[in-house]
């Protein structure tokens, strides 16, 4: 797959609007609590296996119910070194696309295990994130990260999610499958980070998702992230420079809250540049509002929207989403949800109807 082709985006848009969404960050918790991603994760970038504040606050804040206060506490360790997470997720999903036979039926989405060894406490962490299902067991995330946390920066090398925009749960969104920078596609290569106050800033040197299997090619990002207990501001700017040509992309996002609802917003400005038609442009977009109106419960409405070339009229691409969450008990979340995507007529892919329910556990 080569950023440089038309088939880069499009391949990754049909597979992530098949259904592919499952991850396991959820950034609009950080928005509601006024965190920042590294409060709840090992991973200062959000994502993955959960901290010890993450562990207790997946017990005791997010569920509608918590244990009995003699129940025993999870919190990830076993031992003073080793830490265990993981994530499974049962779906069942219903498509209907005019004038075809409907489709429905029960999947296993996803099911990781997160590991890390911490030999010096809060300095050294080896981590790794394993998919074992479905199909082949894939390493998502193996990767050394040294800090220094009185002075707020750390150093990280091996393969991770690239800091791009925000980490979100679902991995089809427009702003996260058109970009290629997902955690679905982990990166190898070194990763510089500074965390203070009030700031996150990342610089991270890869080979380029895109550029897997060729040998050759590399990619650069850099984000900066402001945080506030209202909200947060950040910016991020990518260059892939690949076989067949070069992809450099933007993205503005940020997140408020006000009261129990918090908002999300992400645009992305994505410059393709080497594949036979000549240069092109692209821009995606997403709008989210979480109203958390009950403990262990949250209601999600997005907009989202995608224009594959600015110089090709009436392509455009939308998709509406309203999901429902309850969390009944520590370690168990149902959701469930619709989607309407609208696209160009001729498609009738591209206007399909998708209704879900998902069993998610986790620890």
Not at 60 to 69: E, R
Not at 276 to 287: F, H, I, K, N
Not at 318 to 332: D, K, L, N
Request: net charge negative; charged share 20%; glycine share 12%.
């Amino acid at each position: 797959m080569k950023i440089g082709g038309r088939s880069c985006c499009w391949v990754l848009l049909l597979w992530a609007l098949a259904g592919a969404q499952h991850a396991s960050a959820e950034p609009y918790l950080a928005v509601q609590q006024g965190y920042k991603c590294g409060q709840c994760h090992v991973n200062p970038t959000g994502g993955g296996l959960r901290n010890d504040f993450g562990a207790v606050f997946t017990q005791n804040v997010l569920p509608a119910h918590a244990f009995p206060g003699d129940a025993p506490a999870w919190t990830g360790k076993l031992g003073d070194v080793v830490r265990l997470g993981g994530d499974l997720r049962e779906t069942w999903t219903r498509i209907d696309v005019p004038d075809q036979d409907t489709q429905d039926g029960w999947d296993l989405q996803e099911l990781r295990v997160y590991g890390a060894l911490e030999p010096i406490r809060d300095r050294l962490y080896l981590v790794v994130d394993e998919a074992l299902a479905p199909g082949n067991a894939q390493t998502r995330e193996a990767y050394a990260r040294y800090a220094d946390p009185a002075r707020g920066w750390y150093a990280k090398a091996g393969r991770f999610y690239v800091p791009f925009g925000w980490r979100l749960e679902d991995d089809g969104a427009f702003v996260r499958a058109v970009s290629g920078i997902n955690m679905t596609a982990p990166d190898d290569g070194v990763e510089l980070g500074l965390e203070l106050s009030s700031w996150s800033l990342q610089l991270a040197l890869t080979n380029g998702a895109a550029n897997a299997g060729t040998g050759s090619g590399s990619q650069v990002v850099a984000q900066s992230v402001w945080t506030q207990t209202r909200g947060r501001l950040g910016l991020s700017a990518a260059y892939t420079d690949a076989e067949a040509g070069a992809r450099s992309m933007a993205a503005l996002f940020g997140g408020l809250r006000t009261g129990p609802v918090a908002w999300l917003g992400e645009v992305d400005y994505i410059r393709d540049e080497g594949f036979p038609e000549g240069t092109r442009t692209l821009t995606t977009a997403l709008a989210e509002m979480d109203w958390a109106w009950r403990k262990g419960h949250n209601l999600k409405l997005t907009a989202e929207y995608f224009d594959p070339d600015h110089d090709v009229d009436e392509d455009q691409k939308t998709r509406w989403s309203a999901v429902y969450e309850y969390t009944p008990m520590p370690f168990v979340q149902l959701r469930a949800g619709f989607r309407r995507h609208d696209g160009i007529p001729q498609n009738d892919f591209d206007n399909r109807d998708v209704a879900f329910f998902e069993v998610h556990g986790f620890f």
